[in-house]
Nanobody, 120 residues
Framework: EVQLVESGGGLVQAGGSLRLSCTAS????????MTWFRQAPGKEREGVSC????????SYADSVKGRFTISRDNAKNTVYLQMNSLKPEDTAIYYC?????????????WGQGTQVTVSS
């Protein structure tokens, strides 16, 4: 059974930091690119950051560039999103997803999401 389990979300004040983790099982993690998406209330889901299977490529949405860092540890089947200098507009449910293609908008597998709330 394929599983992607996110953790690390929570409530933080503006300017604070959080690190999200997503641990995968049930598929060959190191064959897949990984993407973090987020969806705020009343808004469409957006891609936040993606990383290639070998960590050789990373990409970021303009809104998080310079503040968020994506990384992965293939030995632990885990992808991370380090979020610094958080803003209230970063409040959303954050999802990790696995895809055969880099930065795909239609991933093969999804996690259940973790809530991030940034207070002003």
């Amino acid at each position: 059974e394929v599983q992607l389990v996110e953790s690390g979300g929570g409530l933080v004040q503006a300017g604070g930091s959080l690190r999200l983790s997503c641990t995968a099982s049930g598929f060959e993690f190191d064959d897949y690119a990984m993407t973090w998406f987020r969806q705020a209330p009343g808004k469409e889901r957006e891609g936040v950051s993606c990383i290639s299977s070998d960590s050789g490529r990373t990409s970021y949405a303009d809104s998080v560039k310079g503040r968020f860092t994506i990384s992965r540890d293939n030995a632990k089947n885990t992808v991370y999103l380090q979020m610094n200098s958080l803003k209230p507009e970063d409040t959303a449910i954050y999802y990790c997803a696995a895809s055969s293609n880099y930065c795909s908008a239609a991933p093969d597998y999804w996690g259940q999401g973790t809530q991030v709330t940034v207070s002003s």
